[in-house]
């Protein structure tokens, strides 16, 4: 089977696990105290009008962004409630639940409105810093430019420093190890740890890409409103986020499918060098959570196609 005909799977690291979604299914794996392996499993409910909205180029990639961050946060929230509690402690980790619909609601509302909190404070405080060198960069183009400058370097060392915590560097592991499941999968080896960690730890489709092309996006967009006053600086900014965000998600999806075309391969290398920040090299027990995530979903995946040809053919 080509690549081309192989189903598109994404994925998430997680507090010591990882999480892959397919057509169908969610799947999380993570490594409990114990050493064991616990899974957390949720159908992907689809709605039809969203459906029909992610069918809609620029838009789909808001949609996208605000699904990925809502059900994303469910399972990052599996996970730091049990990755290091003991399994025989569970009663404790149950004892703290509420119904699984008010949870899930609000771990997603709380995943999607810290998405655009974070998005704002970016968006914002390289407004500000750029605009403390307005006397010495007074243009419009020169604003733009110092503005993206400093996006850049707020963002490069935000990753940096959050990847010096140990619990992070790990979390950063778990995301090497997706990917290289993933690069596996698509290459049509086998899921073995000997082979994943043949592969590398980036991939063209990537989260960490789509968020360093925010920033290039961001550039020639604000090419096109003025940066003064500031007030109507800070308007636009806010107001142009879902347009950066619809564009930056085509570019992604653009670079991945030029990926294994000469000279054009190389648009997507800027998001892959950020992914040497974003992503570690894993450790075997790391890998093996990875490929058993990715395993059941492919067996989720499996089962449910088959039981949709049955209904169909009924």
Same mark, same amino acid.
Not at 34 to 58: C, G, M, T, W
Not at 71 to 98: A, M, Q
Not at 222 to 235: A, D, E, G, K
């Given at each position: 089977?080509?690549?081309? !005909?192989?189903?598109?799977?994404?994925?998430?690291?997680?507090?010591?696990?990882?999480?892959?979604?397919?057509?169908?299914?969610?799947? @999380?794996?993570?490594? %409990?105290?114990?050493?064991?392996?616990?899974?957390?499993?949720?159908? %992907?409910?689809?709605? /039809?009008?969203?459906?029909?909205?992610?069918?809609?180029?620029?838009?789909?990639?808001?949609?996208?962004?605000?699904?990925?961050?809502?059900?994303?946060?469910?399972?990052?929230?599996?996970?730091?409630?049990?990755? $290091?509690?003991? /399994?025989?402690? $569970?009663? @404790?980790?149950?004892?703290?639940?509420?119904?699984?619909?008010?949870?899930?609601?609000?771990?997603?509302?709380?995943?999607?409105?810290?998405?655009?909190?974070?998005?704002?404070?970016? +968006?914002?405080? /390289?407004?500000?810093?750029?605009?403390?060198?307005?006397?010495?960069?007074?243009?419009?183009?020169?604003?733009?430019?110092?503005?993206?400058?400093?996006?850049?370097?707020?963002?490069? *060392?935000?990753?940096?420093?959050?990847?010096?915590?140990?619990?992070?560097?790990?979390?950063? !592991?778990? &995301?090497?190890?997706? &990917?290289?499941?993933?690069?596996?999968?698509?290459?049509?080896?086998?899921? @073995?740890?000997?082979?994943? !960690?043949?592969?590398?730890?980036? &991939?063209? %489709? *990537?989260?960490?890409?789509? =968020?360093?092309? +925010?920033?290039?996006?961001?550039?020639?967009?604000?090419?096109?409103?003025?940066?003064?006053?500031?007030?109507?600086?800070?308007? $636009?900014?806010?107001?142009? =986020?879902?347009?950066?965000?619809?564009?930056?998600?085509?570019?992604?999806?653009?670079?991945?499918?030029? %990926?294994?075309? /000469?000279?054009?391969?190389?648009?997507?290398?800027?998001?892959?060098?950020?992914?040497?920040?974003? @992503?570690?090299?894993? $450790?075997?027990?790391?890998?093996?959570?990875?490929?058993?995530?990715?395993?059941?979903?492919?067996?989720?995946?499996?089962?449910?196609?088959?039981?949709?040809?049955?209904?169909?053919?009924?």
């Amino acid at each position: 089977m080509s690549k081309t !005909q192989k189903p598109v799977y994404g994925g998430q690291a997680v507090v010591e696990g990882v999480m892959f979604g397919g057509k169908h299914h969610y799947v @999380t794996a993570i490594r %409990r105290k114990d050493h064991s392996v616990e899974y957390f499993r949720l159908p %992907r409910k689809v709605n /039809p009008q969203l459906a029909n909205l992610k069918k809609i180029p620029f838009l789909r990639g808001i949609i996208a962004i605000i699904e990925a961050s809502a059900n994303g946060s469910k399972h990052l929230n599996f996970s730091t409630e049990r990755y $290091d509690v003991d /399994p025989k402690d $569970d009663h @404790t980790i149950k004892e703290k639940e509420g119904s699984k619909l008010s949870m899930y609601l609000g771990v997603a509302v709380i995943g999607v409105i810290s998405f655009l909190f974070g998005k704002f404070a970016f +968006t914002l405080i /390289p407004v500000f810093l750029a605009e403390l060198t307005r006397t010495i960069f007074p243009s419009d183009f020169a604003q733009v430019l110092v503005e993206g400058f400093f996006k850049l370097i707020l963002l490069l *060392c935000y990753i940096y420093f959050v990847s010096l915590t140990p619990l992070i560097k790990r979390v950063f !592991q778990y &995301h090497g190890a997706e &990917h290289k499941v993933i690069n596996t999968f698509e290459s049509g080896a086998e899921l @073995t740890v000997e082979n994943v !960690q043949a592969h590398s730890r980036l &991939h063209y %489709r *990537c989260g960490s890409s789509f =968020i360093l092309f +925010t920033v290039i996006v961001g550039v020639f967009v604000y090419m096109l409103v003025p940066t003064s006053p500031l007030w109507l600086r800070i308007v $636009d900014r806010l107001a142009l =986020i879902p347009v950066v965000l619809g564009i930056a998600f085509e570019v992604l999806q653009l670079t991945n499918k030029l %990926r294994d075309i /000469p000279v054009l391969k190389y648009l997507g290398l800027p998001g892959l060098w950020l992914q040497l920040l974003t @992503t570690k090299e894993p $450790d075997n027990d790391q890998v093996e959570v990875a490929i058993l995530s990715f395993k059941e979903l492919l067996s989720m995946e499996e089962a449910t196609e088959k039981q949709v040809e049955i209904e169909e053919i009924v």
